[in-house]
């Protein structure tokens, strides 16, 4: 890898670090004549049990990851959407997914990774430690960097011991407001689910339909799915009893309940398909990020938006950390210039409201405009200096994050 | 209606691992959970119920976790739970299982259906119900995908054996269902916390003692015995090219040895 980068920064040879392929930002797309560099042979993982920790190379998929964890007897609780994506994709765009509140995102996990930069130089930052404090994290800012900084060609990362209980729940509503009100009262009474998503009845029911399948709760147009996972029946039981006594008190329809794999299987696997019932009509993504108890704001302005643009905007998300993918749909006689527009003050109100236009898929090559747009001035000076302090001949990944 | 369903708990088929060498089930494995077709019957139970009205009584032989799936059909829709559980009762075949589970049901006293699973995931014999029904001397009808028509004395079912058969069944009576009859509700989590303060009543041998012959349990009422457990290796596929002009030749010549073609 050294030597590649060595030859490609001499002569100014674009390089375009490529994991598995699955991100949704266009950002492993080469724009230009260059090297495209795969690392899917480099996919050793090593487990530690130990110190709970998985050595793994960064061309390793995550369901290696989850697998080798598992055979261990261990956890990797993150899911971020595809298994084919590289451990290196993973890293590089800082990935959350559905299980991301009770212990974070892809950077919570990482503790250590061996990177090469465009320069050449090989770096260890971090390595099988809980605390660092030595200088500026470089590490943390390699994480998310979406390849503009280094190619990450290992990483040590923190595993968990395995849940021994755990069950799904979904919690229908009658009102989307209500609904989303809901998740930070679940938070403010102890209890941390693995996930906690949100779906509309409407679009589950269609997408559990495609898969010739069915989604268990008939009640409310609007759904709250809660994943829980614990180290006993016993500190299951309790969460469950707390949501039980929350539910009674905020008055919502009737709760319902998987405990077997298989049926919890299902309902996860609709939730995940959910893309594929819109696909064929859909323009764009977003997944814009609030505060949590922001999310009912958000969705209330999208309401209106959608009403004023007479248009259909549906939406589903990590509600537990704030995590809205709204779906702007194909529309009979709109252009690109209408998709922008609408877009655009989607993403005005989630800044007022405080939040992000990317909470997990990263600006890459689709969002550098509106990155450009929303992004404050200084923070954009000083990214720009630390690209050009990695990277002095803009060789590796060019023509991403920043236009 | 006063109904039966016969439940069994086995290892979650999908993770459990099979010891080659001992030739058992590796059951530390596998977390156990309900027969899946047993949750088939046990919501044609449920819904029937819906329309009838009357109870579900729930009945399990096996090790005392087994609870755990006898709570989860409380929490479903049944009524009333029992665990047939006991060192006597262990290692029974198929007829020791069915005469120990039909003396259970002759304590019950009057019933009109008895709904099992059209076999276990584990197991997978399919024996134990039909076996039940002969014990108790009442009809059965195996492998329900439909039910068709309910009355006080009688149902109209599609047997599904490979052909669908339309039968007409006079109560009280026994039924195995298969996959196809309904997809089973999950359970409001108001009702698995209720469930789970329920009583489960747990009855060992003694307690049948007046309705069956205790020698017909567990072992001693087994009239096979397993002498030797295989497990089929996996075998993955295999890819041979053949090249060459006498490649059609060689390629018969293989398929013969394997008995492929004659
Ligand atoms: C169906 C689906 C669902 C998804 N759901 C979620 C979700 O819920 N949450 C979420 O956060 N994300 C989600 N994602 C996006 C996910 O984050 C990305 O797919 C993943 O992180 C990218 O990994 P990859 O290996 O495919 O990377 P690629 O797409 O190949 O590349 C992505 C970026 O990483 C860089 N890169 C790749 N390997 C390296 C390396 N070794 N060193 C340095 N840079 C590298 C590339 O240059 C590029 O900039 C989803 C994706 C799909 C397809
Ligand atoms: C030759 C032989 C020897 C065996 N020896 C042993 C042994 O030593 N130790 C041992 O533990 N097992 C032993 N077994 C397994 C035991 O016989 C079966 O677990 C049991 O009889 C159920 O059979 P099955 O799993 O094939 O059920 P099936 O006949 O396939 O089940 C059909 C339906 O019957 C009902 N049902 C079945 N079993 C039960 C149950 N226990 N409680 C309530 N309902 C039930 C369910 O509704 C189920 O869906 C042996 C089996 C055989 C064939």
Avoid at chain 1, 90 to 109: E, P, Q, S, W
Avoid at chain 2, 157 to 167: E, F, T
Wanted: hydrophobic share 40%; glycine share 8%; proline share 4%.
């Amino acid at each position: 890898m050294r030597q590649i980068l060595l030859v490609a920064n001499k002569y100014r040879v674009p390089v375009f670090p490529r994991g598995g392929g699955t991100g949704l930002a266009a950002a492993c797309m080469p724009t230009m004549s260059g090297i495209i560099l795969s690392l899917e042979r480099m996919n050793k993982i090593s487990i530690d049990k130990d110190n709970l920790m998985a050595e793994a190379e960064a061309g390793a998929t995550l369901g290696d990851l989850i697998k080798a964890a598992d055979e261990a007897g261990l956890f990797f609780p993150l899911h971020p959407g595809d298994e084919g994506a590289h451990i290196g994709g993973l890293i590089a765009c800082n990935a959350g997914g559905v299980r991301a509140i009770k212990t974070g995102v892809m950077r919570n996990y990482v503790k250590g990774i061996e990177v090469v930069l465009p320069t050449g130089e090989i770096l260890i930052l971090g390595g099988k430690l809980v605390k660092n404090n030595a200088g500026y994290d470089l590490m943390q800012l390699i994480i998310g960097s979406e390849g503009t900084l280094g190619v990450v060609t290992k990483a040590w990362i923190r595993l968990q011991p395995r849940p021994q209980a755990s069950a799904t729940i979904i919690i229908p509503f009658e009102d989307r407001r209500k609904a989303l009100e809901f998740v930070p009262k679940i938070f403010q009474i102890g209890v941390f689910p693995l996930a906690i998503e949100y779906v509309e009845k409407e679009l589950v029911d269609q997408t559990a339909k495609i898969l010739g399948m069915s989604w268990p709760c008939k009640e409310g147009k609007y759904h709250l799915m809660l994943i829980l996972a614990e180290s006993s029946e016993e500190a299951l039981l309790l969460e469950c009893e707390k949501l039980m006594d929350l539910c009674e008190k905020v008055g919502v329809l009737e709760p319902i309940i998987a405990e077997r794999r298989e049926e919890q299987a299902n309902i996860l696997k609709i939730r995940s398909e959910i893309y594929s019932a819109l696909k064929n009509e859909l323009i764009d993504i977003l997944d814009t990020t609030v505060p949590p108890a922001k999310m009912a704001d958000l969705i209330e302005s999208v309401n209106k938006l959608a009403k004023k643009y007479e248009t259909y905007i549906p939406a589903f998300g990590h509600a537990g950390d704030g995590n809205l993918h709204l779906h702007l749909m194909r529309k009979e006689g709109w252009s690109k210039d209408d998709y922008d527009r609408l877009r655009d003050e989607i993403y005005e109100k989630t800044i007022q409201l405080g939040g992000t236009i990317t909470g997990e898929h990263g600006i890459g090559y689709v969002r550098r405009e509106c990155f450009k747009k929303f992004v404050d001035r200084k923070a954009l000076e000083l990214m720009k200096e630390i690209k050009k302090a990695f990277d002095p001949n803009n060789i590796l990944n060019p023509d991403k994050i920043f236009i | 209606m006063e109904i039966i369903v016969l439940i069994k708990q086995v290892p979650d088929i999908e993770k459990v691992r099979f010891d080659a060498e001992k030739g058992r089930i590796d059951r530390s494995s596998a977390p156990a959970e309900t027969n899946p077709f047993d949750l088939n019957a046990l919501e044609a139970a449920i819904q029937l119920k819906e329309k009838l009205g009357g109870s579900i009584t729930v009945l399990s032989m096996g090790p005392k976790q087994a609870e755990s799936s006898l709570r989860d059909a409380l929490a479903r829709g049944a009524d009333k739970a029992i665990l047939l559980t006991d060192g006597r009762f262990a290692g029974a075949d198929t007829l020791a299982t069915a005469y120990t589970l039909a003396t259970a049901i002759k304590k019950l006293g009057r019933f009109d259906l008895i709904i099992c699973g059209e076999k276990t995931v584990d197991g997978d014999t399919g024996q134990v119900g039909p076996e039940v029904a002969e014990f108790l001397g009442i009809p059965h009808v195996a492998y329900v995908s439909e039910i068709r028509e309910v009355h006080q004395d009688k149902l109209l079912l599609i047997s599904d054996m490979g052909d669908k058969y339309l039968v007409e069944v006079k109560l009280p009576a026994l039924i195995t269902v298969t996959k196809d009859l309904n997809t089973p509700r999950l359970p409001s989590l108001r009702d698995v916390l209720k469930a789970r303060k329920k009583e489960i009543e747990v009855w060992n041998a003694d307690a049948l003692s007046d309705y069956g012959d205790l020698d017909g349990f567990g072992v001693k009422g087994s009239k096979t015995m397993v002498v030797k457990v295989v497990i089929p290796s996996e075998k993955g596929r295999k890819g041979i090219i053949f090249r060459g002009e006498d490649a059609a030749e060689k390629l018969l010549e293989v398929l013969r040895e394997n008995r492929l073609v004659n």
